[in-house]
């Protein structure tokens, strides 16, 4: 399958993304199909039948019957600093921190931040962008060495698309 083009909020292309980048952003709610290449795809990945991942509304028409169709081009939602997006890229604490906002990602406090892998390190998780994110002291205790599903624990910026459960389900498609 041919890679898809990402491009940013004000329509320059910054890298190509493999389907699997491309779905991840849009799942993640970082990008969206780029309108003017509506109805151009790269090609279709084939969905299990049982999942019980939910697209969210504006993904719905790029699902058609059991295929997921990978647009051409997708485009991000707002301004970001290049350099996150090279994978390649060792993440910084002053890059993750500024990703999210400033804002832990468990319960929106903006105070007394540290970072949290999200798949804790002793468990295997890595110093990766995927893996880290912005979180409060409070959370940090909280969660502890859990996953955030088994903390009861869903990180906000994929809450509205009710992820937390169903996201890894949502791989075995691939
Ligand atoms: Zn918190």
């Not at 991840?24 to 003017?36: F, K």
């Not at 599903?149 to 009710?162: H, R, T």
């Amino acid at each position: 399958m041919q890679n898809t083009i990402l491009i940013d909020s004000y329509y320059i292309p910054l890298a190509k993304l493999d389907a699997k980048r491309t779905v991840i952003m849009l799942l993640t709610g970082r990008a969206v199909p780029a309108e003017h290449t509506n109805g151009k795809f790269v090609g279709h990945m084939k969905l299990n039948k049982n999942r019980r991942f939910t697209f969210p509304p504006h993904l719905q028409e790029l699902v058609n019957g059991d295929h997921f169709m990978v647009p051409f081009c997708i485009r991000l939602l707002h301004p970001v600093d290049k350099k996150f997006l090279k994978a390649r890229t060792a993440p910084s604490r002053n890059g993750i921190l500024k990703r999210d906002r400033y804002t832990c990602q468990y319960c929106g406090s903006k105070n007394q931040l540290t970072l949290d892998h999200v798949v804790p390190k002793s468990r295997g998780g890595q110093d990766t962008w995927d893996n880290l994110v912005t979180c409060c002291n409070p959370c940090n205790n909280k969660k502890a060495n859990r996953t955030p599903e088994e903390a009861g624990m869903p990180i906000i910026s994929l809450k509205d698309y009710s992820m937390s459960e169903s996201y890894s389900d949502f791989w075995k498609d691939f």
